[in-house]
């Protein structure tokens, strides 16, 4: 039998070159998915379905069928009862590269019929920010929806903090770092001791990152 060790050896492999889009994990990976998605099979193996979820909503440029493949996930996210899967899901749908989808995504976040209000603040935060496309989304989103959200994170201040931080950390532009400085720049008085708590670091360690990038020095860690 296969050792632990050599099963998670394995695991990582496949994650690895599915990550870095071999043609031959990457087909695999959405030949099962299809399988799943079609009926064909009831579930997918526990220890790949991060990997199948990611590599099929990862795929450009965006088709139809990858849409259908976020849609499909989308409502899985919505019925599952299991909140192990919804975290493995929700990851997912935030690796997408279509700005509408993206959109759409964050906006129903806020819907509470939809997303449990505990739970919005860290799909904004760590789900749609971690592509390109994905961050100036939800760069966009924050601006757009600021004083709504501020207003509705006031008991969830650690969500609040994933949120700001995971927005903001992977910038690495001087433009960006002047605009981020300038929208932040008169919002603080507006917050609550207990936000500003959580949103003066968040600021200044991207703030700090996005300098030392800009100097050609390491900026990431605060």
Known sequence: PVGFQDRMKVILSI????????????TTATSLFNKYKNGEITELPAELKTTIFNTVLSVTPVTDEVKENWEFLWEKFLNSQQATEKVVIYYALGLIRDEETLLRFARDCLDETKVR?????????????????????SWRFMKENWASMTEESTENLFGFDVYVSGVLEDFSDEATLAEIREF?????????????????????????RLAGETSGQRGDVC
Do not use: W
């Open 184 to 208: 932040f720049s008169d919002k603080m008085d507006t917050l609550g001791s207990g936000q500003r708590h959580t949103m003066e670091p968040a600021v200044h360690c991207g703030e700090h």
């Open 117 to 137: 209000q505990g739970d919005a603040l860290y799909i904004l935060g760590t789900s749609i920010p971690r592509t390109k496309i994905g961050r100036e989304v």
């Open 15 to 26: 994650n690895l070159a599915c990550g870095y889009g071999v043609e031959r994990c990457v």
